[in-house]
C-alpha cells in the first residue's frame, strides 16, 4: 500500500501562485509514477500532470501547460505542483495519485492507471 497526503490548497486570487504537495509513505517502492488530477463542482475529474518516480519524464495537460510544473522530491517522497498565474476555471479540488510500477507502466494522464489517491485539497481562485 501507498499513503499520500496533499497538502497546500487553499483561497487566492486570480493571478496569484500555490504550491501544492504530496507526501508519500509506505510501499514507494512500487511507484512507478505520480500524478495530480483535480475535480470541479459538477465536472469529471481531470488530468493535469504527471512525473515518473525518478523525475525524469514529466506530463502536463495543455490546459495547464507553461502555468503549472510538477516536480519531485527524492529524499522527501514528496511530490510538488507549483501552480502560477491561476484563473478561477482553476477552482477544484486536487488529487495526488500514484501509479503502481508495472510491465506496462507509463507515463499517462489516464485516471484509470492510477492504484492509489489522496485525500484532496481544495483549491479556489477568485476572480
Known amino acids: 500500500q501507498v499513503q499520500l497526503v496533499e497538502s497546500g490548497g487553499g483561497l487566492v486570487q486570480a493571478g496569484g501562485s500555490l504550491r501544492l504537495s504530496c507526501a508519500a509513505s509506505?510501499?514507494?517502492?512500487?511507484?512507478?509514477?505520480m500524478g495530480w488530477f483535480r475535480q470541479a463542482p459538477g465536472k469529471e475529474r481531470e488530468f493535469v500532470a504527471a512525473?515518473?518516480?525518478?523525475?525524469?519524464?514529466?506530463y502536463h495537460a495543455d490546459s495547464v501547460k507553461g502555468r503549472f510544473t510538477i516536480s519531485r522530491d527524492n529524499a522527501k517522497n514528496t511530490v510538488y505542483l507549483q501552480m502560477n498565474s491561476l484563473k478561477p476555471e482553476d477552482t477544484a479540488v486536487y488529487y495526488c495519485?500514484?501509479?503502481?510500477?508495472?510491465?506496462?507502466?507509463?507515463?499517462?494522464?489516464?485516471?484509470?492507471?492510477?492504484?492509489?489517491w489522496g485525500q484532496g485539497t481544495q483549491v479556489t481562485v477568485s476572480s
Open positions: 509506505g510501499r514507494t517502492f512500487s511507484v512507478y509514477a
Open positions: 495519485a500514484a501509479e503502481a510500477a508495472g510491465p506496462e507502466s507509463r507515463l499517462t494522464g489516464a485516471s484509470s492507471e492510477y492504484d492509489y
Open positions: 512525473i515518473t518516480w525518478s523525475g525524469v519524464k514529466t
